[in-house]
């Protein structure tokens, strides 16, 4: 079975802008959760989806924002963004109640 | 929230010597999982282990639910054995909203 794909794996904005960030799981896994990784805050969750439904939300500002499609896969959009967004963003896919799987994470640098 | 703390935060071994590795959690928790970070970032499952005990080779881990606290042994470990160390909590929240801890840093020397 293939395993979670990202996409892009780096990227480069400037502060402002807006960015989208796609995450494809595990065939027939339901779950897709988000969480933003920092030097300084460690691994943060940001939100998971189950059957196209936000089902738990992190404290993140609203700014952050995702949504996952009919066949699962997901995405997340940051909108006007701060320095303080570069960060390695990691998805995670799972049946929907047990192991979570990791994909290879987009590694995001706000200039 | 809930806390979860690892110890120790930094660890280095010569190859072939044995750890523990530890995490604490502040409240009851409904699942527990130990990952290993690569050095390129990628997050591997070790074990999914809410309770009780389970190995896969070099590595197992036992989670004591009930004093709430999780432990992961390495034995015999290698220079590939080298990353960052996560435990992970759940509570019941009708899904995941995963809580990390800071993280075990192990340097496994040649």
Redesign the interface.
């Known amino acids: 079975k293939a395993g979670v794909t990202q996409t892009p794996r780096y990227l480069i904005k400037t502060r402002g802008q807006q960015v989208t960030l796609s995450c494809s799981p595990i065939s027939g896994h339901r ?1 897709v ?1 988000w ?1 933003q ?1 920092t030097p300084g805050q ?4 940001l939100f ?1 989806y ?1 059957s196209e439904t936000q ?2 939300k ?1 404290n993140f500002p609203g700014r952050f924002s995702g949504r996952q499609f009919s066949n699962s896969r997901s995405e997340m959009n940051v909108s006007t963004l701060e320095l303080g967004d570069s960060a ?1 963003y ?1 998805c ?1 896919s ?1 049946l ?1 109640f ?5 994909g ?2 987009t ?1 995001l640098t706000v200039l | 929230g809930i806390q979860v703390e690892q110890s120790p935060p930094d660890l280095i071994l010569q190859e072939g010597a044995n750890s523990t590795l530890r995490c604490n959690f502040s409240d009851s928790v409904n ?1 527990l ?1 130990w ?1 290993h970070q690569n050095p ?6 070790l074990f ?1 282990i809410p309770s009780g005990t389970k190995q896969n080779g070099r590595l197992s881990a036992t989670t004591v639910a009930t004093e709430r606290y999780s432990l992961l042994y390495i034995s015999s470990s290698q220079t590939t054995d080298s990353g960052v160390y ?1 435990c ?1 909590v759940e509570q019941n ?8 801890g ?2 075990t840093r192990l340097f496994v020397k040649a």
């Open positions: 779950s959760s969480y990784q460690g691994l943060q969750f998971e189950f089902r738990n992190g390695l990691l995670a799972s929907g047990d192991t979570q799987y990791f290879p994470g590694r | 699942n999982q990952f390129w970032g990628q997050l591997i499952n999914y996560f992970a929240t009708g899904g995941f909203k995963t809580i990390f800071a993280g």
